[in-house]
């Protein structure tokens, strides 16, 4: 199986505050420097609190924010410093508001049209037969095209979303939140739809949310991001059934099922880092039950393990079963 994407030491930090005469800048590493490799046809979903730098990687991956250092390489070409329409016909957002990413002021029409003519240049005949198949596609009449966002209720303002991505052909889509503003019955609609759509067109998927049972459920894989570093990535049916890192452990533990008690897990209730003043060591330590004098002083590195996960940690659960 090829890459469809490939990212080499890509991290992104932002400067902060005012500098005094002869000080140094102040800056907000948002998103470690990382490495991670995505299969064509896969389906990777990105899990961790608010904060963890999902949306920041997300929006690095479709150009609309400049990495701080390392590449982005979309089935084998690098796209550092490229023509963003170079990015647009490989790689499109879905965002996690249906509604307001819809400019009010188009017809669907017209905002169906915008990626065909800027980075496909097609012509008007060309345009309407792509717009036709993708309405077909995504189960939306055509009588819609001639209408405004605030007329279609979330699910389908969303199947709207995912069309415009889907009509600049580009075969990686990435899924911010995709079904979280919707209503549960809803979400099952758009989760059926995207599965299809990814069988039908070959596409490949970065899922990201909150909703841990819907990553899941959906994905191949999962990556758990925290302080905007990876901290294990693995199958994503074994990543909550059987978590190695204790972070992943306490996402597991925090989200909530039918029929079980709301209750946070030990030390849930610590603060996130401060991102101006990290931690030294592991950021995860003030955190975990299980650190010691070697988490504070020493970050750990992602390394994988024979079940084929990757965990960046020095004392990871069920470390006594390794042989």
């Not at 699910?155 to 209503?183: C, K, N, T």
């Not at 603060?271 to 988490?295: Q, S």
Request: net charge neutral; with cysteine; charged share 25%.
């Amino acid at each position: 199986m090829t890459d469809a994407l490939k990212l080499t030491g890509l991290s992104k930090s932002f400067r902060v505050g005012k500098r005094s005469f002869g000080a140094s800048w102040s800056y907000v590493h948002a998103v470690q420097p990382l490495d991670l490799t995505v299969k064509t046809g896969e389906t990777l979903g990105i899990v961790g609190e608010s904060g963890c730098g999902k949306s920041t990687l997300a929006k690095m991956l479709v150009g609309l924010l400049p990495p701080s250092t390392g590449e982005i390489e979309i089935e084998g070409a690098v796209l550092d410093n490229a023509d963003p329409a170079i990015f647009g016909k490989r790689i499109q957002y879905v965002f996690q508001d249906p509604i307001s990413s819809l400019n009010p002021r188009k017809t669907i029409r017209q905002i169906m049209e915008a990626p065909l003519r800027r980075l496909h240049r097609m012509g008007k005949a060309e345009r309407a037969a792509r717009i036709s198949e993708i309405f077909a596609a995504v189960n939306l009449r055509e009588e819609f095209l001639d209408r405004y966002p605030h007329e279609f209720s979330g699910g389908q303002a969303q199947r709207i979303g995912i069309a415009r991505a889907l009509a600049a052909r580009a075969r990686i889509l990435i899924l911010d939140e995709p079904v979280s503003a919707l209503d549960v019955s809803v979400q099952a609609q758009v989760l059926n739809l995207l599965a299809d759509l990814k069988q039908e067109f070959g596409l490949t998927y970065l899922f990201i949310s909150h909703d841990l049972a819907v990553v899941e459920a959906v994905s191949d894989r999962v990556a758990v991001l925290y302080f905007g570093a990876v901290v294990e990535i693995g199958p994503a049916r074994e990543i909550f059934a059987n978590p190695r890192h204790p972070y992943t452990a306490l996402l597991a533990q925090s989200a909530p099922e039918v029929g079980r008690p709301i209750s946070a897990p030990e030390k849930a209730g610590v603060e996130l880092p401060d991102p101006l003043d990290p931690p030294k060591g592991c950021a995860f330590n003030e955190r975990c039950a299980f650190a010691t004098d070697r988490c504070r002083r020493e970050r750990p590195a992602l390394t994988g393990d024979r079940g084929g996960r990757e965990i960046a940690c020095f004392n990871p659960l069920d470390a006594a079963a390794e042989v």
